[in-house]
Structure formats: C-alpha cells, structure tokens
C-alpha cells in the first residue's frame, strides 16, 4: 500500500543560490505556498481591476471575502479592530488557499506542516501581546485578571488566565495542522485500498475497490469544508486574540 | 502525492524517505519558515496596500452611488408632489372663478329681467289707466245721452197717446225721477 505519509515530504526542486555555506532550495512547500499568494492576489487584486459598479461573479466573490472578513472583524474586536484587518485578511486568504489547493491531488498542503501553522499562531500571539503592551502599556495584564472574581480564589484565576493565554498559540496552530495532516492522511488511505484490492485481487478487488473509492469521494468533499472551516477558525480566533489587545480589561 | 498502486512489504513509512514523520524533519524548518515569512510578507503588502484600499474604495463608491440615487429619488418624488399640489391648487382656483362668473353672470340676468319686467308693466300700466280714462268718458258720455233720449222719448210717448206734447221740462223732471229710481 502506499505511504500515507509520504505525502507530506519537503522536496527540493531545484537550488536558488547560497547564502555562506547553506544552500538556499526552492521546495515544493514554498512553490505552494507561492501559488497560494499568487491565487489571492490574482483574486483580489485581478478581479476588482475593473472597480465595476455593479459586480461580476469574480469581483462579487473577493467583495464577499472582503465582507465575510470584516464582519468576523466587526462581531469580534469592534470597529477598533479593523485596524487588524490587513493582517486577519491575508491569514484567511493564505490559511484559505493553501487548504484547498492541497485537496487537488499531486499537490502539497502548506498548511499540513506544524512549523508553519505554529509560525502564523505565534505572528498573532506576538502581535497581540506587542500591540497590547504598545497600546495599553502596562494595562495589557488586566486581561489576566477578570472582574467580579472573589479575592481568595483570584491567584489561581490570574494563573489559569496566564497558562491559557500562554497555551493559546499551540491549540491554535495544533488545531490547524493536526486537522490537515489527519485528513489528507484519511484521504491517503482510502485512496490506498482502491488501488490496493484493484492491484492485487483482480476482478473482485474492482468490484470491492468501489466501497473505499466512494468513501473517498465523500471524505473530499469532506476535506473541502474542513478546509474552509478550519481556514475560518484559525482566522475567528485570530480576531479574537487580537480584541484582547485592543480590550484588555473586558 | 504519491507512487499508485502497489501493496509490496518493503515500502514502509520508516524506509524509503530517509525515515521520521516529514513535518517534524527539523532540518526543513529554516527553508519553510524562510519561504513562509516571504510569501506572507508579500502577500501582507499586496493585501494592506493594493486589494484592500481598492475593495474599499469600490465598495464606498457603490454606497455612495446608492445613497446618491436614493436621496435623487426623494427629491424628484418631493418635486412631483410638489407640482401635483400646485395643479390642484390651480385645479380649486379655477373651480371657485367658474363659480364666482357663473353666480354673477346668473344675478346680472335675473337683475335685468327684472328691469324689463318693471317698466313693461308699469308701460302696461299706464296703458290701462288711459283704457280706464277712455271707458269712464265714454260711459259718462253715453249716459248723459241716455237721458236726452229718454226725455225725447217721453214726450214723444205722452204727445202720442194724449196728444199733446208736454213741457219740455216737466219731461225733464219726470225722466230724472225715474232715473232716480
């Protein structure tokens, strides 16, 4: 049977250069990753080229990005955190993208690879706390401790409210990557049977490769919502940290 | 993604790749953060400083249009309320001068009939006070004659049957006190 994991193997495609003795490789991860910033900006910036009164099907579907984003923005941080929006914007894009070019097959998923989804969580995890400590200078740490709390059990509160905010960044980017890495290897697997009972059992393996090949097809159209949703809530919870630098006291 | 086919028993996930689970390979961390960073901050400055300012800027221009169009359209129904209220206006204003003309027209020929009427019969009148004068004279006329004839009459009666013709006084006198009578 195939290897489910093989899928998930950086593979250098050709050398770009070096920079002292570390040769700089252009990977299939980084040539995803680039088609992923390639579709976005051929979406949002290709399609609204026109600036068109009235929309067409390509403008409407990067205004009804736009205006999916900015009310998650909106219903989260407030108007406040529009000042965000550039950065929750292009984390939805790319988280958005790389997800479901990842379905395609032959393709890599950028995002099925912890380092990157743990350096995305950490970009907002220190955005909010620069922004906090900018903003609100000292004031930021009230978010460690809530109103309305009785002052013999507030220690233990302030040190839960650290140790979540401190873990926040690994649910965050576990979430995203564990959901990828557990799909697209489900995928793998299925798709191996068919190939597997077609290989080795002939004419009964056929007929029997058909009950995985349908799971199969289920299990991607599967994928493509997990996709999307994971996209959104790795953004909804980005908009989430990010209010409390904006609203630390609650 | 990967080879097809093939259930064989060498191809195991520690052989064949150089062994371990790919995403924790540490030593593909620097390109990927290295590339991840790039592309992020590529794809952060096309956002911040192309897509979102225009998408903004498209979707104010079609607020805008919208409430432009909008406040256009109470202007124009405001306006044509307006002319539907003048033309009314003139609509009563007409009504009450027909009125007013008719009414006057009306009094001024009742008034001039009226006119008429007076001094026809007041011409009718005279007329008939002159018919009136004409008749009394006449019937005078006709009874002073009715006594001569009487008196006439008498003695030719009494020279008839006696003869002889009286006075013509005491024919007079006999004819008034019968007419007395």
């Known amino acids: 049977m195939a290897d489910p994991i093989h899928q998930f193997e950086i593979v250098n495609l050709f050398p770009l250069g070096k920079i002292g003795s570390t040769e700089i490789q252009f990977t299939n991860s980084a040539l995803f990753m680039v088609v992923a910033v390639a579709v976005t900006g051929l979406l949002m910036l290709g399609t609204t080229s026109g600036r068109q009164l009235v929309p067409g099907r390509l403008q409407a579907m990067a205004e009804v990005t736009y205006e999916f984003v900015a009310d998650m923005i909106r219903s989260t941080a407030g108007e406040e955190g529009m000042r965000f929006f550039p950065l929750v914007f292009s984390l939805f894009c790319f988280i958005l993208f790389a997800n479901v070019i990842g379905i395609v097959p032959y393709t890599f998923t950028v995002t099925s690879h912890i380092v990157v989804t743990a350096s995305l969580a950490l970009l907002v995890f220190f955005t909010v706390i620069v922004y906090g400590l900018y903003s609100h200078g000292l004031g930021f740490f009230r978010l460690f401790v809530p109103h309305g709390i009785p002052g013999y059990i507030l220690p233990f509160v302030v040190l839960i409210e650290i140790v979540s905010f401190l873990s926040r960044p690994i649910s965050h980017s576990v979430r995203l990557f564990a959901n990828m890495l557990a799909g697209h290897i489900t995928l793998k697997v299925f798709a191996g049977f068919v190939a597997g009972l077609g290989g080795a059992l002939g004419l009964v393996g056929w007929v029997g490769g058909t009950l995985p090949l349908i799971m199969v097809i289920a299990l991607t159209a599967l994928e493509l919502l997990v996709a999307f949703l994971q996209a959104y809530v790795f953004t909804l919870l980005a908009c989430i940290y990010l209010s409390d630098a904006l609203h630390p006291g609650h | ?181």
Not at chain 2, 43 to 55: F, G, N, Q
Not at chain 2, 137 to 152: F, L, P, Q, W, Y
């Open chain 2, 1 to 181: 993604m990967a080879q097809p086919t093939h259930a064989t028993t060498e191809h195991t996930p520690t052989s064949g790749h150089g062994g371990g689970f790919p995403p924790f390979k540490a030593e593909t961390y620097a390109s990927q953060l290295l590339w991840l960073g790039l592309c992020f901050v590529v794809l952060y400055v096309m956002v911040a400083k192309l897509a979102l300012p225009r998408m903004a800027g498209i979707l104010a221009d079609r607020r805008a249009r919208i409430d432009g169009d909008l406040g256009e359209a109470v202007r124009l129904k405001g306006d044509a309320d307006a002319a539907v209220a003048t033309y009314e206006k003139a609509l009563a204003d007409a009504r009450n001068r027909a009125h007013a003309i008719a009414t006057e027209t009306r009094d001024r020929l009742t008034a001039e009939a009226d006119a008429h009427r007076k001094s026809v019969e007041a011409e009718f009148a005279v007329k008939l006070a002159a018919a009136e004068r004409s008749i009394a004279a006449s019937k005078t006329a006709a009874m002073s004659n009715v006594r001569g004839i009487a008196v006439d009459a008498a003695g030719a009666i009494v020279n008839r049957l006696i003869g002889k013709a009286p006075s013509e006084a005491a024919a007079a006198a006999a004819v008034d006190h019968v007419l007395k009578r």
